[in-house]
């Protein structure tokens, strides 16, 4: 398996799939700098041609540029000319479906991207389902919700008391562990079915709020007073806001049933819990 992007989400994958069997190799644009998991081989991101090229499983995390994907800019004959390649996964957004008012979206619901990252997102799906179909090879499509886990939660900010408990009534947040995102990416390579789209999302859409909450509790301290949103907005970046923009309940139920897998952390609760044991694995605390 090639992991292009070694990053966050790449490097839980690569770990995962190096604990399920599978040789790995990482790209990382400077591989002097990168932390890749034990067993895992590190190649630059610019030299990985010949390692595609062996490869019968690739896994892309790289996000896409306004020129395109970068993946198969820099790649696409060693794509196409890869004699083994059998599977490949390439982890998008849940932002491709844009702002629902809070209605649900599944598996078969027609994506409609509102802000021009998710717009790239969804051309990027596309150029992969060109790809991949060119190749002869499988496709899975991981639409990711937002991304937590160790070194990337709300306890952070808890901890260095500058949390706040934004309030906006009856919107949510889809979100997933980090470790089940490696969780479903490897029961995909294995579990290869034809062209999918796969929800990477817990099983409980959340008010930023409520994980705020929870992690202050965890931690045992006071949760931060609550705030509402139109006196939040004006401190948030433009970033921050394009999220906020957009609210929707993405379901899962079709992705765990063709994966065949249950999540490790169903809700935050379960999340929050398990960065506490990470990181006291980490301490020795």
């Known amino acids: 398996m090639v992991v292009a992007g070694l990053g966050y989400a790449g490097a839980a994958i690569a770990a995962e799939a190096v604990a399920a069997g599978f040789r790995v190799i990482g790209t990382a644009r400077d591989p002097g700098a990168a932390r890749a998991p034990a067993g895992v081989a590190v190649v630059a991101f610019?030299?990985?041609?010949?390692?595609?090229?062996?490869?019968?499983?690739?896994?892309?995390?790289?996000?896409?540029?306004?020129?395109?994907?970068?993946?198969?800019?820099?790649?696409?004959?060693?794509?196409?000319?890869?004699?083994?390649?059998?599977?490949?996964?390439?982890?998008?957004?849940?932002g491709v479906y844009g702002d629902r008012g809070g209605a649900e979206v599944d598996e078969a619901t027609p994506p409609a991207p509102g802000q021009p990252r998710s717009v790239r997102r969804l051309t990027a799906e596309e150029a992969w389902r060109a790809a991949a179909a060119a190749r002869g090879a499988a496709l899975d499509i991981f639409r990711v919700g937002g991304i937590y886990g160790p070194g990337r939660s709300s306890f952070d900010e808890v901890r260095a008391g500058v949390a706040r408990r934004v309030v906006k009534p009856g919107h949510s947040f889809s979100r997933i562990h980090r470790d089940d995102i490696a969780l479903a990416v490897v029961a995909g390579a294995l579990r290869p079915g034809a062209a999918r789209v796969l929800h990477l999302v817990d099983d409980e859409p959340a008010p930023s709020a409520d994980v705020v909450a929870e992690a202050a509790r965890l931690l045992g301290l006071d949760p931060p007073p609550a705030m509402a949103f139109e006196e939040a907005r004006a401190r948030m970046s433009p970033m921050a806001l394009s999220f906020w923009s957009e609210n929707r309940r993405v379901a899962n139920t079709a992705t765990k049933a063709a994966l065949g897998i249950a999540w490790r952390c169903p809700t935050y609760r379960e999340g929050l819990r398990r960065i506490l044991t990470a990181e006291a694995q980490t301490t020795g605390i």
């Open 46 to 94: 610019a030299e990985a041609s010949a390692a595609i090229g062996a490869a019968t499983h690739l896994v892309v995390t790289a996000a896409p540029e306004e020129a395109g994907d970068p993946v198969l800019a820099a790649h696409a004959a060693a794509i196409a000319a890869a004699p083994g390649l059998a599977w490949i996964g390439y982890l998008s957004t849940t």
